[in-house]
């Protein structure tokens, strides 16, 4: 199978690439530079979607980027990046001769309110009621396929949790901290912390471009929320890190500084949760790696 990925240097990007080749797949990533393997965005756009059975998206300005000030700036990117790439290869599979037979975008859990108790699959309904739920509103609805193309293109979305791994998401920016001892909650720490390993994210994407079209009587798009079937707190994940790296965590950060520090409609993502349920991607037989937060950790620490 031929796959195209926008964003396919990025973290999550490198996993799956790495994943789809040693499946045998042939990738191709659309990125902002060309190379071997690439094409460039403007190449999509003057030339048109390339041969391919499969096109994923994943570009998207990094929402925790430590070196951006949350300004009004900083969000037209967020959105820009997000919407504009999706639209783009929305677009390019609408107009294409022989359009693939899976399109995948991975939006996120920004979707649903937080709650301490509330418990959200991929049926649960919702509207937006903050930042970045109108975000995943605008980026989902700009995957949308006509009509006419969604008959012989499955439609997916993938909406995952916090994405850990060694090599980049929200584990780089942690490790340094708790190897200091300098580790602890967020917030009050009761939160609900829904996360998946980078690996498991790529396997479930991976598991839906392969899936037989018999799955196309599903009404599009199937959704598949991107999360381990682990249900954890900020407080549980705090600890299990700590204990894994035999590091104290007795530094809570509460979530008025986190407010100040990174901006309140960025913090809300670490300071407030979603209890997520991956019912569709069980359901789909898909088998997690890393279905708990011991066996994620110890394979991110290398322990």
């Given at each position: 199978?031929?796959?195209?990925i926008?964003g396919g240097?990025?973290?999550?990007?490198?996993?799956?690439?790495y994943?789809?080749r040693?499946?045998g797949?042939?990738v191709?990533?659309?990125?902002?530079?060309?190379?071997?393997?690439k094409?460039?965005?403007s190449?999509?756009?003057?030339k048109?979607?390339?041969?391919?059975?499969?096109?994923?998206?994943?570009?998207?300005?990094?929402?925790?980027?430590?070196?951006?000030?949350?300004?009004e700036?900083?969000?037209k990117?967020l959105f820009?990046?997000?919407i504009d790439t999706?639209?783009?290869?929305?677009?390019?599979i609408?107009?294409?001769?022989?359009?693939?037979?899976?399109?995948?975008?991975?939006?996120?859990?920004?979707?649903?309110?937080?709650?301490?108790?509330?418990e959200?699959?991929?049926?649960s309904?919702?509207?937006?009621?903050d930042?970045l739920?109108?975000l995943?509103?605008?980026?989902?609805?700009?995957?949308?396929l006509?009509?006419?193309?969604?008959?012989t293109?499955?439609?997916?979305?993938?909406?995952?949790?916090?994405?850990?791994?060694?090599?980049g998401?929200?584990m780089?920016?942690m490790?340094?901290?708790?190897?200091?001892?300098?580790g602890g909650?967020?917030?009050?720490?009761?939160q609900?912390?829904?996360?998946?390993h980078?690996?498991?994210?790529?396997?479930?994407?991976a598991?839906?471009l392969?899936?037989?079209?018999?799955s196309?009587?599903?009404?599009?798009p199937?959704?598949y929320?991107?999360?381990?079937?682990a249900?954890?707190?900020?407080?549980e994940?705090?600890?299990?890190l700590?204990?894994?790296m035999?590091?104290?965590t007795i530094?809570?950060v509460?979530?008025?500084?986190?407010?100040?520090?990174?901006?309140s409609e960025?913090a809300?993502?670490?300071?407030?949760?979603?209890?997520?349920?991956p019912?569709?991607?069980?359901?789909s037989?898909f088998?997690?790696?890393y279905?708990?937060?011991?066996s994620?950790?110890?394979?991110?620490?290398?322990?």
């Amino acid at each position: 199978m031929r796959v195209l990925i926008g964003g396919g240097s990025g973290f999550i990007g490198r996993e799956l690439t790495y994943l789809l080749r040693s499946k045998g797949h042939e990738v191709t990533v659309i990125s902002r530079q060309p190379g071997p393997g690439k094409i460039t965005w403007s190449d999509l756009k003057s030339k048109g979607l390339p041969p391919c059975e499969g096109a994923v998206n994943l570009s998207g300005e990094n929402l925790m980027n430590p070196l951006r000030w949350w300004n009004e700036s900083y969000k037209k990117d967020l959105f820009s990046s997000r919407i504009d790439t999706t639209k783009a290869l929305s677009e390019a599979i609408a107009a294409a001769t022989c359009p693939p037979h899976c399109w995948v975008l991975v939006s996120g859990v920004a979707c649903y309110k937080p709650s301490l108790t509330a418990e959200y699959t991929e049926d649960s309904e919702w509207t937006p009621f903050d930042f970045l739920s109108k975000l995943v509103k605008e980026w989902e609805a700009a995957a949308l396929l006509p009509q006419s193309v969604a008959k012989t293109t499955r439609q997916v979305i993938v909406r995952p949790g916090a994405v850990l791994g060694r090599d980049g998401g929200a584990m780089k920016q942690m490790l340094l901290p708790f190897w200091l001892g300098l580790g602890g909650t967020l917030g009050s720490g009761r939160q609900p912390f829904p996360w998946i390993h980078v690996s498991d994210l790529a396997g479930i994407i991976a598991h839906a471009l392969e899936a037989l079209a018999d799955s196309a009587a599903l009404p599009p798009p199937q959704v598949y929320n991107g999360v381990a079937p682990a249900l954890n707190t900020n407080y549980e994940f705090t600890k299990e890190l700590g204990r894994l790296m035999r590091r104290p965590t007795i530094f809570p950060v509460p979530a008025f500084a986190m407010n100040a520090l990174i901006g309140s409609e960025r913090a809300v993502i670490l300071t407030e949760g979603q209890r997520v349920i991956p019912e569709r991607t069980l359901e789909s037989g898909f088998q997690y790696q890393y279905p708990d937060l011991t066996s994620a950790l110890k394979q991110i620490l290398g322990s």
